[in-house]
Structure formats: C-alpha cells, structure tokens
C-alpha cells in the first residue's frame, strides 16, 4: 500500500474510543521464508477462529498477494483494501495460506523484512509484520509460531527466529534451513527473524529455579570482542530481575542480533531481542563511560520486557506506555542499582527536562496514555517513555517498595499471556498495594507539565507552613486541566544549625493546600520535590541564600544537585534579562568551589553537579527564547566558574590521567569529572588549555578521555582542534559507531562556522542519509544545536528541512524524528518564529510526504 500522502488525502485519525476487539484471532501460524536479500517468498498458514460475523481482514503494506488458498483450496475469492487482504469465510474457523514476494534490499524504511550489510532481518513493531506478510497486525491478535527459513548457506550460514530451535539441515543446491517453535503466544510485532554471517558470544545463565539458559549475542565476527559488556549486562539483569520482582526467564535460549542500520536503540522480540549496534558494541578504545552506561541500561530495558511487554502486552497501541513506562522504570532501577542511585537519579531527571518537558509544552503534547494518532510510530516518544516512568514512580513513592511489588506481583500474575491496559496496571496495583488510585488516574490522560508554586509561611509559635498551588498549562485539545495528585518529599532545615528537622511526603492532591511542616524556632530553607518525587516544574520562593544553604547543606543528593542548578539558572536568566547576574552568580561559583573541596562528595557527582544547565533547559525559562544571549551568558558563567576554580580545574584534570584504564566506578567519576574540568579550563581561556586538551586526546588509552578532550576543542578556535579532529577520523574512520561521533561533535560545536561545516559534511564521502545512526549524529546533532539552528537569516531551519525531506524519501520514521526542534517556532521572536514556521509550511506543501511526516509537521504547524 501507498502510504504516501497528498494535501488531498490526508492520513486518517485512529482514536482509543474506538477500540474494539477481533474480529477473527489466530491461534496457530506457520510461516515459511525463502530468503533471498533480492528477492524473498513468504508463504503463510494462519489457523483463524471467528469472533464475530464480519469478514477476515488481514492487514498489508506493499504485499500483493501471489496465491491465496482457504482450507486447502485456491481461491480468487478475496479482495484487496488499502492494502489489506480482505476475505468473506462461511464458517467460525478456516485454514488461510497466502504467499507473497518481498525485496528486502530495497526496503530503506527498516520497517518488515530488510537487509543491513550482509544481513537479512526484521523489525515489527508496531505496524511492520504487514510489510511480511497478511495477518490481523494488532498486538491483541496473540499466535503460537512456527517459522521455518531457507536461505543460501554460504551467504546465511546462521538462520535466527523466536522461542526454539526443533531443526535443521542441508537442502539441495547450497541452501539450508531452520525450522523455529516459539510456544508462547505473541502479538505480530514481537515476530522476528534473521540470517546473516554472523559469530556469536555464547554464554549461559542459570535461573533461580535452576534452569540453564542459553545465551547468544550475534555480531559480524570482526565485532565479537566487542560483545563482553553486553553479556555481561544481560546476566546481571536477568539475575536482577528475579531479586527485584520475582521474573525469571522461560524460553530455554535468549539471542540478542546487533545489525547496523535500526531506527530505534532496540527491540525486544520473544527470544530474539534485535540490537542497534550502538548498543552492543564496546571497548575501552572505543566506547564512552556513558556508552557503557546506555548498553547496560538498554540490554536490560529490552531483557525486562520479556515479563513487561511480552507475556503480558498491551492490547492497542494507546497502551503503549503500559510497557514502556514501566520498563523504563525498571531499568531506571536496575542500572541505579549498578551505579550511583543519586547520579544515575540527576542524569534520568536531565534526560526528562531535555526531551520530556519541551513535548509537553510544545505541539507535539500528548498523554501518557494518547487519544488519538495518525501514525503510531510518532508516539514512540520521551512522554510514553519517560514521563510513563515517572507516573509507575510516583506510586512507588506513594505505596513503597514491599507494596509496589505486591502490586507488580499481582499484575503479572493476572494478566500473563494476555494484552492488558493501563487501567488494569492501575486496578492491580490498587488491589495489590492497597491504594486508590482514583484521581492518580489523571495523569494518564492529561497532558502537560503541572507547575507548582510552593511558598514557606510561618505561624507565630513557630509552626512553618507550606502552602503549595499547581496549574497546567494548555496542551493541544486540552485548554482546561485538573489538578492531579503529586507527591512531593519535603523537608526543612534549620539554617543555624544545618540540622534537617524530619522528610515528609506531602500529597498535593487538590489546586491549592496548606500543609503544616513542624515547628523551627529559627530561620529555615525548604528543600521540596527531594529526589525529583513528582515530574513537575517547581517555582519555590526561595531566596539566593536560601538556595546556596541548600547547595551547601542539603543531604538529599538530587535536591543538593538542584539548588546548584537553581542558582546557576538563577544567574543566567538575570544575564539575559539585564546583562546583571546579581548575587546569583557568585553563590554558583562558591557553590561549585565547595563542592570541589569537599573530599566527602564522590567525583561523579560533582561532575554532574557543576555543569551548567544546558542551553534548550535555560531557554525553556524564558518568555521569549534568545539563543545567542542564552548561549553569551552561558559562556560568562562557565568562564567565571573556570577561572574562578582555576587550579582545582587543573588539579582534576590531570588526577589518575596518567593510571591505565579500568572499568570501576572511581575510575568512571574521574574521567567524568576530568572531561567537565577540561571543559570549564578552555572557558577561562587558561593559557595552557588547548594544548592540555590535545595532550589529553593524545595520550588517552580510552575513548572517554580522548573523546571529552575532543569536545572541549571542537568550540574553540585553537590550532589543536584541527589537530584532533583530523586525528580522530584517522584513528577511527574504520569504525562506524565512532565515525558518529565525530560527525555528531562537529554539528554540536558552538563555532559560529558550524552551519557551513555541517553542510560540508553533509557532502562527505562517509556521510550518508541511509542510516539512522549517520543521520542522527549529523542532521539530529544539528538540530539540538540551539546556537547553529538558530543562527541569524534562518539558513540552519532550511537545510534542516530539506534534510528531512530528503531523509523521508527513504526512512520516514526517522524524517519524522527530526522535526521537534522546528515545531519549537512559537517560542521565539517574530523574524525566528516565521522563518521556522515558513519551513514547515514547505513541507506540508511537498507532494508525497509520508505519512509520519505529514502527522509531525501538522500537528506542528498548529
Ligand atoms: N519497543 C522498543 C522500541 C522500538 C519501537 C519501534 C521500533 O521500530 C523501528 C523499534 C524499537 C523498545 O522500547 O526498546
Ligand atoms: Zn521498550
């Protein structure tokens, strides 16, 4: 099917009203693939059972049908209907067999059957089976599969599907097969199958009830060394899943595939999970600490959904963040559980602010739990994602940890092997946590950011009291809001003493409250929202001083780390404002001062602590966004900060640089620590800072070190950038992944040449819109440049644009990922606003757009 639209045709709105179930399900299939990456045959056998009277429909995308045949016999009785396979059956349960040709080679979406250098394999969720084959693709369509693969044997000596393997063997001129059995039921878009030249990591792990499991991570042979942190990661999370929330493993194999060209980090398919390499791939040379950190999370984020998304799925796609939100909160927890909960806490929250905060502000705002949609793949976003998570840890917070997993228990426990939705994970756990959940509801349905107002009062006997206000903001169709239910952890301290009076978890339930905190006789600082406990935006009443205690004082790590960052902000927002940064900005300079000196704080945290807050997050204060301020006001602050903490910068830089590499957590905070003081040394302009920089790059045995120095170079304009970026690329062009970085530093640079730089490269040999990860560094890398996007004329929004259109020739999910940072255009000034604004305009105007495309730049010219 086309799905190509015209201003004529605009796509259709599919809504969660009206859900209804199947018409028909489909207990058992077998499918047959005779792989080619030129030409592939899939013959299908669907055992399908009436639960309606109403015709079959199987869904199609692009399929022609080559032979159709009911209960044995070949039939012209069907028809074809925006692609589907429409056929009127007489009886309550047929056998449908079909059989239709594929080219996975000319498959650039990456959606159904399509081939990633010398590698055939599939990717289905959510609406990508279609592109197979016929079948009712709607994850409350649960089937048992057999999967039998042929293919060339020199070409595809490993053939991969889901559950087990019950044979093999060599057939007639070179070919060979496998024949898979997954015996667990499963929606369409957890099918998967693979076949390349692939080595594989094996390993095993034993399951508490005593069970061996086979573990295999597949790559290209040259990339197997590379394999070791991911397995090692899946182990870890396999063993925590069985001590945190009592999930073991079922299958008696668990593949993982890494291929190069993915849309998305990852996919969890029954058995078969199937990897962005990005997140597979790793060692010292050429992978960061934080690259080490995104494999572990996201193996184990795709792992956990074997329980939360698999076993139990979701019924329809507006369930989405049934099992993405809370899959994320538990790998949240898990990878807290393997680093540093208090930074692995700061970097989730940034994560929330940078992406989560801006869509629910912007056009593109909707509810955890979406109404309506044009393309399902546009709403793979940071609210299902992160914002879902947030909502699975406010009941955390509320109910605890033992009654959490009373409600997690009784969850899986009730709706195993079914497709469940958001209401039932809330019944569960109202049932088993014992808590009502009624007004905690309106969180699922209501988008926007709340905004808490929170104001310390005092009563004359001492009693302090907290009286809180919340509002939401407008969203898309939804002008009018109602407060919801936030939990925020509070706690007072006495400002003589430093002492902490007790923390208490104060339920905001209605628009306004006064809540008594406890008596201080003396002066007090309030320290609210402790740990992030609610994703809202705060604005406390807090003055200078109050916030410098707290950054000082503060034995809550997160909310140490905010008044930190609420100075700086502080500071930043009155340089824009009146080129003054009032009392604010010497309280961050000594704060920061502070917490280098203080030899109790761990090197991790006073890295995530003293960095500035991003330029995006400073303009999201604003009324009007000013990026060159922002950015100017930015730079006077890191600069004051820097030469203001001269030789303790220098004395982290340089600390353990000369220790080989190891893979502790010291270690891991001291490169972190030793980037952002390189960073803040080349701001202060010290006169060695350059060529500290490049002698860090060169002397570096590990890619965090040489990459951070690379960093800190690429804004400036000293020699040793080109030095560094020229060896870099020799050093590593051979390798994929870390090409990406070095297109994504340069789109990154704060240069004002950025624009022209990104186009050349744009032109580069290496550079190409065909993968993902390629375009994302570059293109993607691009558009989160606030400085370069933004440059005066509005030359960065065009190139933008025709990027994008070029990108949705070829891979319209990925097109329509790009578009965010365009749909921003109302919050900034006129000449800006219409200039980004006449950008779309010229979109929704190109003849052909997709239909991902199309939904994005509608809803974001709005
Ligand atoms: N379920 C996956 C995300 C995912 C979604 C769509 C895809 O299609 C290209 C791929 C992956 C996850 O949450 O990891
Ligand atoms: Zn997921």
Not at 443 to 453: H, K, L, S
Not at 463 to 475: C, D, K, N, W
């Amino acid at each position: 099917m086309d799905t190509r639209t015209s201003p004529a045709a605009p796509p259709k709105t599919i809504r969660r009203e009206d859900y209804r179930q199947p018409d028909w399900i489909v207990p058992d299939v077998a499918l047959d693939f005779d792989l080619g990456a030129e030409r592939t045959v899939v013959r299908a056998r669907l055992e399908v059972r009436r639960q309606a009277p109403a015709p079959l429909v199987l869904d199609g995308d692009g399929l022609v049908p080559v032979a159709v045949r009911v209960d044995g016999q070949a039939t012209e009785a069907w028809r074809l209907d925006g692609g589907a396979l429409v056929l009127d059956l007489p009886g309550d349960a047929h056998v449908v067999e079909t059989e239709v040709a594929l080219s996975p080679q000319t498959n650039t979406q990456l959606m159904g059957l399509y081939a990633s250098g010398g590698l055939l394999c599939t990717q289905c969720e959510a609406e990508g089976f279609r592109r197979i084959t016929f079948f009712p693709d709607r994850p409350d369509v649960l089937s048992r599969y057999r999967v039998r693969l042929v293919a060339d044997k020199a070409r595809y000596p490993v053939l991969l599907s889901n559950g087990d393997l019950v044979g093999s063997g060599d057939l007639d001129d070179g070919r060979h097969f496998a024949e898979w059995h997954d015996p667990f039921p499963k929606p369409s878009y957890l099918f998967a199958a693979v076949a390349g030249d692939l080595a594989e990591r094996r390993d095993s792990f034993t399951t508490a009830s005593g069970r061996t499991v086979q573990l295999g991570i597949w790559t290209r042979a040259e990339d197997r060394p590379r394999t070791a942190h991911a397995m090692e990661s899946l182990k870890l999370s396999m063993a925590w899943d069985e001590r945190v929330y009592g999930r073991e493993y079922d299958l008696g194999i668990f593949n993982i595939v890494a291929v190069n060209d993915f849309n998305f980090g990852a996919m969890e398919n029954k058995g078969l999970n199937i990897f962005n390499t990005r997140y597979i791939l790793a060692d010292p040379d050429e992978a960061t600490d934080s690259d080490y950190d995104g494999i572990a999370a996201v193996v184990a984020h795709e792992y956990f959904h074997n329980w939360s998304g698999n076993r139990v799925t979701c019924r329809d796609w507006f369930q989405l963040s049934l099992k993405e939100g809370f899959t994320v909160f538990r790998d949240q927890g898990f990878s807290a559980d393997l680093g540093s909960p208090a930074v692995r806490r700061i970097e989730d929250v940034r994560a929330l602010r940078a992406t989560q905060f801006p869509e629910d502000a912007g056009p593109l705002a909707h509810p955890v739990r979406p109404e309506s949609y044009m393309e399902i793949s546009n709403f793979y976003t940071a609210t299902i994602y992160n914002k879902g998570a947030e909502l699975i840890r406010m009941i955390h917070t509320l109910v605890g940890p033992g009654r959490f997993r009373q409600g997690s228990d009784l969850y899986f426990e009730r709706h195993d092997g079914e497709a469940a939705t958001c209401e039932d994970f809330v019944v569960a756990m109202e049932v088993g946590a014992q808590v009502d959940l009624t007004a905690f509801r309106r969180w699922y349905g209501q988008a926007g950011t709340p905004r808490v107002e929170a104001r310390i009062a005092r009563v004359e006997d001492g009693t302090v009291s907290l009286a809180l206000r919340q509002s939401t903001p407008p969203t898309p169709g939804q002008p009018d809001k109602s407060p919801v239910p936030i939990p925020l952890r509070t706690a007072l301290f006495d400002r003589a003493s430093g002492a902490r009076l007790a923390e208490q978890l104060v339920l905001l339930e209605d628009a306004e409250a006064t809540v008594a905190l406890g008596r201080a006789p003396g002066d007090v600082a309030l320290s609210i929202n402790r740990g992030f406990s609610a994703p809202i935006v705060l604005v406390a009443d807090r003055a200078t001083d109050e916030l410098a205690f707290l950054a000082a004082h503060d034995d809550d790590p997160f909310a140490r780390y905010e008044a930190v960052q609420g100075l700086m902000l502080e500071a930043l927002v009155d340089r824009v404002a009146s080129g003054d940064a009032g009392g604010a900005a010497d309280a961050a300079v000594d704060a920061v001062g502070a917490m280098l000196a203080d030899p109790a704080l761990d090197d991790a945290f006073v890295a995530e602590a003293a960095l500035l807050p991003s330029e995006s997050f400073i303009g999201d204060q604003m009324l009007v966004v000013e990026p060159l301020a922002i950015h100017d006001a930015r730079e006077w602050l890191r600069a004051r900060i820097g030469r203001a903490h001269l030789a303790a910068w220098r004395e982290r830089q340089e600390r353990g640089a000369n220790q080989p590499f190891a893979y502790t957590p010291e270690a891991k905070g001291r490169r972190r620590l030793r980037g952002v003081a390189l960073a803040y040394l080349l701001a202060a302009r010290d006169t060695d800072a350059a060529a500290r920089a490049l002698d860090q790059f060169q002397r570096a045995d590990n890619m965090t070190d040489r990459f951070s120095a690379l960093s800190a170079l690429v804004g400036s304009d000293a020699a040793e950038r080109e030095t560094a970026l020229d060896a870099f690329r020799v050093r590593h062009g051979g390798s994929p992944l870390v090409l990406d970085k070095w297109f994504g530093v340069q789109a990154g640079s704060s240069r004002s040449d950025t624009l022209e730089t990104v186009v050349r490269l744009s032109r580069d040999p290496d550079f190409t819109l065909a993968n993902p990860n390629r375009a994302r560094a570059l293109i993607g890398g691009f558009g989160a440049n606030q400085l370069a996007l933004h440059d005066d004329g509005g030359a960065g929004y065009r190139f933008l644009a025709d990027q994008i259109l070029q990108l949705d020739r070829l891979n319209p999910q990925t097109a329509a990922r790009l578009v965010p940072p365009l749909g921003r255009w109302r919050r900034f000034g006129e000449a800006r606003a219409a200039a980004m604004r006449a950008q779309l305009e010229r979109m929704l105007r190109t003849p052909g757009l997709s239909r991902d495309l199309y939904e994005q730049v509608f809803r974001s010219i709005d």
